[in-house]
């Protein structure tokens, strides 16, 4: 929509820029043949041009988005670390429902009331919901923690309200532990996953080699 304000205002400009020409020639009784008009007005307009940067740059200004490049963020309450946030851009977008949208990855770190990292966070995408201070994830979200237990899953919320449940999911979800794997549908966990509960989990536990988990 931006991009055809931009260039719909160049031709526009084109157009008048011709009109002044041809009022000249007509007084002068010149006649300048069509594909030269054409000619003229492609010049001009591409003269007017803008870059992918820069339709890119007028776009996110007009609709309120803030973009940070290599954020690095610190969360405390009451002086004390809880959590630190990492990723190479994150956008802040200004609505009536204001969000932060993290569209190329992003890594948290979670800290006990010692400071202490009790549990680490990994996705592709993140959305934190300013307003209801909960955040949605997805693909590749993996959490683990201290002890080594890893959660895999493909979509996963973070809230602050629900004091030890703060991850949650109602999608398919599997958890490694030890030498132990489990899979489910649907999981609830507290902040640093060391207490959690697959609300529909498959029958069995699968024992399985230590060599075909990933690195952590």
């Known amino acids: 929509m931006h991009w055809r304000f ?34 003229v007005m492609l ?15 007028y776009n996110k200004k007009s609709l309120g988005i803030e973009e940070i490049k290599n954020a690095d963020i610190n969360y405390t309450i009451g002086g004390k670390p809880k959590a630190k946030l990492t990723s190479p851009i ?20 979670f800290f006990n009331e010692k400071g202490e990292v009790d549990s680490r966070l990994d996705a592709r995408y993140g959305k934190y919901f300013e307003q209801e201070s909960k955040v949605f ?6 959490v ?9 899953c493909n979509e996963l919320w973070w809230d602050r309200n629900r004091t030890g449940r703060e991850f949650y999911t ?25 207490n959690w509960v697959i609300l529909n989990p ?15």
Request: hydrophobic content about 35%; proline content about 5%; some cysteine.
């Open 202 to 216: 498959s029958k069995g536990i699968m024992k399985i080699p230590a060599s075909e988990f990933p690195d952590n």
């Open 6 to 39: 931009i260039h719909n205002r160049c031709w526009l400009i084109a157009t008048k820029r011709w009109l002044y020409i041809t009022g000249i020639n007509k007084q002068n009784k010149t006649i300048i043949p069509l594909c030269t008009l054409l000619l």
């Open 43 to 57: 010049m001009i307009a591409t003269s007017c041009g803008n870059s992918d940067a820069e339709i890119d740059a």
């Open 90 to 109: 994150m956008l802040r977008v200004q609505q009536s429902n204001p969000y932060v949208e993290f569209p190329k990855t992003l890594h948290v770190d």
């Open 137 to 142: 994830l997805k693909d590749s979200v993996r």
């Open 144 to 152: 683990i923690n201290t002890l080594g237990d890893t959660l895999y």
């Open 170 to 194: 109602d999608k398919p979800v599997r958890i490694r532990k030890k030498m132990e794997v489990t899979d489910g549908t649907g999981m609830e966990a507290a902040q640093d996953f060391k």
